[in-house]
């Protein structure tokens, strides 16, 4: 066998279409693009780790002002920022919570209210804390920060996290303890 019978023309195709190689070169296009993808990775975990720890040290030393009381800013952030961007975003819809016939919030055994509708980053930091409780660990905030993937910590860099009047978010008041660091 060889390694074209593994690899699907229409996966090839992405290299005479794209970058315009010819028929019998996109093999070879495949393969720098997986030795350039393999050479990135080094780079994209310093910048991952970097970007979290970052995120992380400037909400901590230094909170949005405008987030006292209304989310932790403390070690155990990562617990609350979700909830509240999930408030954000469903409870002016009245879509957030599981109501009763009678249109009263559902609780759960513990006391939880039940909801109907989670924020990405709370499904996110669900399945981690899961994983996590699942290894016979306890959920910590900092085995919680570490085990979310790149893709959360760049979606913190979106809009939903901007709040200029209120300073209730990350950004504006973050940027310069975020990334000045970051360029040094």
Known sequence: MNLEDYISPERLRIYTDVLKL?????????NWNKVLSAAMQPLIHCLEVT??????????????PGAVGL??????WIFDL???IGDKMYIRQNKRFKRDRQGKKLYSSNGSPLYHFTAWEEQC???VSGRIAAAGKTVTAERVISGLDFG??????????????THTLLWPHLKESVFLPLAI
């Open 71 to 76: 989310w932790r800013t403390d070690a155990n």
């Open 22 to 30: 010819k028929p019998e070169e996109a093999l070879g296009g495949y």
């Open 125 to 127: 930091l669900r399945k």
């Open 152 to 165: 959360f910590w760049t979606n913190f860099l979106s809009v939903e996290y901007e709040e200029t009047r």
């Open 82 to 84: 979700p909830r509240y």
């Open 51 to 64: 970007l979290r720890n970052a995120i992380d040290h400037a909400i901590r030393l230094n909170p949005p």
